[in-house]
């Protein structure tokens, strides 16, 4: 079993999307363009109305999926086609858009914190025109774990422990999980060998991760590898650790859509004006 490693350590940029929501922009931005099969990680945290009371309006996506991963607060999301979705705080929703949706995700709280990630999932070239599709899975869903003393792990999509994470039926084979970590505490997460995979220190302190400290809103990129260890430091600390299968295929991205080719963008743009979403 070979372990996994740290190759590379990303901060995050402070950004804005949608009608002006502060963020986080992880993966998509100049430091690490994209960990195929992922193309974008947002977090966005804050108690300050003013950072997420405009939301993200109706807005297109096609060629790929979008998960929002909600920590705190509540938003309420809605499309075109008439599919409604409340994002409660540790919900999951993992859409599909495939050929394309027009939707909306809007605070549903005036006050008080609104805290989350979203991961894009790139879809491979047979997959990009597939319908749209959604999973929207409540907390109550969502398996927890407790592989080792001090470690308890919310298995949102892949297996660990005997525990499968709802999240199902999606071409990449993603592993997520959100693990928190007591001091001292460790497991040794086994993944998929040539998925590439990172890890997010996103609440309380450093964490130790493939056997280095990683800091509190550090991504680490891991190596190829059969698993990774996963552990405290000297306080407890929560870690997002992502997974999927690379797609290695040209990626050709302008916003919201994600294609393979300048050509299918056109069409992407051409489809979107004229009302085909
Ligand atoms: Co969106």
């Not at 993992?94 to 709280?109: C, D, F, K, V, Y």
């Not at 552990?231 to 992502?242: F, I, M, N, Q």
């Not at 690379?246 to 302008?254: F, G, H, K």
């Amino acid at each position: 079993m070979s372990e996994r490693r740290i190759i590379r350590r990303i901060r995050g940029i402070d950004t804005a999307d949608g009608a002006g929501v502060k963020l986080k922009r992880i993966i998509g931005q100049p430091g690490l363009d994209m960990l195929d099969p992922f193309l974008l990680l947002d977090e966005f945290r804050s108690d300050s109305a003013d950072d997420y009371i405009a939301g993200f309006p109706e807005h297109p996506h096609r060629g790929f999926e979008t998960v929002t991963y909600m920590l705190a607060g509540h938003m309420q999301h809605g499309d075109n086609h008439g599919n409604r979705g409340d994002l409660v705080a540790g919900s999951v929703q993992w859409m599909t858009a495939g050929r394309g949706i027009l939707h909306s995700e809007m605070p549903q709280q005036e006050d008080g914190l609104m805290w989350g990630f979203q991961l894009w999932v790139n879809l491979p070239a047979s997959d990009k025109m597939t319908a749209p599709r959604y999973q929207d899975i409540g907390p109550e869903r969502i398996p927890v774990v407790h592989p080792a003393e001090g470690v308890t792990v919310k298995v949102i999509a892949g297996e660990l422990a005997g525990a499968t994470g709802p999240v199902a039926g999606i071409v990449t084979a993603p592993v997520y999980l959100d693990i928190a970590v007591e001091p001292g505490a460790q497991i040794e997460v086994p993944l998929p060998e040539g998925h590439h995979a990172f890890a997010y220190v996103f609440d309380g302190a450093d964490a130790q991760v493939a056997g280095d400290r990683l800091a509190r809103s550090e991504l680490a990129v891991l190596s190829p590898g059969a698993s990774v260890r996963i552990g405290g430091d000297e306080a407890p600390a929560r870690v997002l650790l992502v997974a999927g299968r690379p797609l290695n295929e040209q990626v050709t991205r302008y916003g919201p859509f994600v294609m393979n080719t300048p050509e299918q963008i056109h069409e992407a743009i051409a489809d979107f004006r004229a009302g085909k979403f």
